[in-house]
T-cell receptor, first 115, second 113 residues
Framework: AQKVTQAQTEISVVEKEDVTLDCVYE???????LFWYKQPPSGELVFLIR??????QNEISGRYSWNFQKSTSSFNFTITASQVVDSAVYFC????????????FGQGTTLQVKP | EPEVTQTPSHQVTQMGQEVILRCVPI?????FYWYRQILGQKVEFLVS????????KSEIFDDQFSVERPDGSNFTLKIRSTKLEDSAMYFC???????????FGEGSRLTVL
């Protein structure tokens, strides 16, 4: 069975702090894909990143960075110098090798960035 | 930037009524999906659709649900006889290739009274 766990339900930080959102996944597939989405208060799901299981290089995009560790089945997301606009629910998701578009989502982490 | 658009943004209906949620995927995308999110919970897969047929569906997607691509642009989700527990945000998504970035619409909030 495939599963995604985001153990942090809520995180609160003060603006300009760095924050890391944890994601641990379970799958028996050797090929799989990991995603992060942002859900701001307005409700839409905003795509942030997709990573395949063969690419363990860390990725940086502006203030966002992702750390993929296959050995610990983790795909953590760090926001550097957080801003109030980063306040949202963040979802980690897993797609298995079938590529049918069936993403398994974690429960989400609510990030509140206070001014 | 191309985006997935959904209508209506919010629909209120009485239990037992039929509801159709509409989606216009990104124009060069070939794979289409519906997901739902019950308030405060995680996002759940409902169905995937490619080449005019369902590729995969979840156990949630029972006989009350159906999907259709009636023309070259729209992708619809129909719920035949709504139940209270169908109240949720329904997200349409699309992508160009099988393995690829999956883009979601802004969602349609369904409230069943």
């Amino acid at each position: 069975a495939q599963k995604v766990t985001q153990a942090q339900t809520e995180i609160s930080v003060v603006e300009k702090e760095d924050v890391t959102l944890d994601c641990v996944y379970e799958t028996r597939d050797t090929t799989y894909y990991l995603f992060w989405y942002k859900q701001p208060p307005s409700g839409e799901l905003v795509f942030l990143i997709r990573r395949n299981s063969f690419d363990e290089q860390n990725e940086i995009s502006g203030r966002y960075s992702w750390n993929f560790q296959k050995s610990t089945s983790s795909f953590n997301f760090t926001i550097t110098a957080s801003q109030v606009v980063d306040s949202a629910v963040y979802f980690c998701a897993l797609e298995g090798s079938s590529n049918t578009g069936k993403l398994i989502f974690g429960q989400g982490t609510t990030l509140q960035v206070k001014p | 930037e191309p985006e997935v658009t959904q209508t209506p943004s919010h629909q209120v209906t009485q239990m037992g009524q039929e509801v159709i949620l509409r989606c216009v995927p990104i124009s060069n995308h070939l794979y289409f999906y519906w997901y739902r999110q019950i308030l405060g919970q995680k996002v759940e897969f409902l169905v995937s659709f490619y080449n005019n047929e369902i590729s995969e569906k979840s156990e949630i997607f029972d006989d009350q649900f159906s999907v259709e691509r009636p023309d070259g642009s729209n992708f619809t989700l129909k719920i035949r006889s709504t139940k209270l527990e169908d109240s949720a945000m329904y997200f349409c998504a699309s992508r160009r290739t099988g393995p690829g970035e999956l883009f979601f619409g802004e969602g349609s909030r369904l409230t069943v009274l």
